[in-house]
């Protein structure tokens, strides 16, 4: 069993930065390509980014640029620095780990249970 638990999420105001944690727990953390994504209420659950474990990244068109992945293999943490909120920010934010770097959910095996962000 992977677990995955996210951390950071909140409230913000249009503008500000929050950064969004995930603790992997795993000993081959640094193996796996590890995502993000976000659903907003009615919606598909929507790929944001991806690290493969070359450390390769991935991002979704709208938020490249503001967003940025990351992750620490020796905390088996994997980041996400949210830059430049706005109101279509706010979701359920999910971390997620795979054998396939990809912003596709179905790729990834093992998901977190989400954090919140809400930005007015």
């Known amino acids: 069993h992977v677990q995955l638990v996210e951390s950071g999420g909140g409230s913000a105001q249009v503008g500000d930065s929050l950064t969004l944690s995930c603790v992997v727990s795993?000993?081959?953390?640094?193996?796996?390509?590890v995502g993000w994504f976000r659903q907003r209420p009615g919606t598909e659950r929507e790929g944001l980014a991806s690290i493969g474990w070359d450390n390769k990244t991935t991002y979704e068109g709208t938020v490249e640029r503001r967003f940025t992945i990351s992750k620490d293999n020796a905390k088996n943490t994997l980041y996400l620095q949210m830059n430049s909120l706005k109101p279509e920010d706010t979701a359920m934010y999910y971390c997620?780990?795979?054998?396939?770097?990809?912003?596709?959910?179905?790729?990834?095996?093992?998901w977190g249970q989400g954090t919140q962000v809400t930005v007015s």
């Open positions: 997620a780990a795979g054998q396939i770097a990809a912003l596709t959910a179905r790729y990834y095996n093992y």
């Open positions: 795993n000993d081959n953390f640094q193996l796996y390509c």
